[in-house]
């Protein structure tokens, strides 16, 4: 079966720190662009976050530049996202999602069922 499955969503104070991890299975994650999607109450699917298949080329939704760091781990099959400086802002269910195709984050994120897989979602709440 395939799957993305996120974890290390929580409640954290402004300033504070998380990381989330995407685990797949059924196919091989490394070859594929990868991708963390959030969205926030009442509002419409934004893009954090982008990784390409060997590592090399990542990108960040400027509002996340410079605090959030995406990566991936091909012998575990997995992409993380580490959080720093987080924002009230921030909060929001974050999504990871795998296309072989490369989405540019200038343009506005297709349906879901448009990737290749979607994950169920974590959610992550930034409050005092």
């Known amino acids: 079966e395939v799957q993305l499955v996120e974890s290390g969503g929580d409640l954290v104070h402004p300033g504070g720190s998380l990381r989330l991890s995407c685990a797949a299975s059924?196919?091989?994650?490394?070859?594929?662009?990868m991708y963390w999607v959030r969205q926030a109450p009442g509002k419409g699917l934004e893009w954090v976050s982008a990784i390409g298949s060997g590592g090399g080329y990542t990108d960040y939704t400027d509002s996340v530049k410079g605090r959030f760091t995406i990566s991936r781990d091909s012998d575990k099959n997995s992409l993380y996202l580490q959080m720093n400086r987080l924002k009230p802002e921030d909060t929001a269910m974050y999504y990871c999602?795998?296309?072989?195709?490369?989405?540019?984050?200038?343009?506005?994120?297709?349906?879901?069922?448009?990737?290749?897989?979607w994950g169920q979602g974590n959610q992550v709440t930034v409050s005092s």
């Open positions: 999602a795998a296309d072989s195709r490369w989405w540019s984050l200038l343009n506005a994120v297709p349906t879901r069922e448009a990737f290749d897989y």
């Open positions: 059924g196919f091989t994650a490394s070859t594929y662009w």
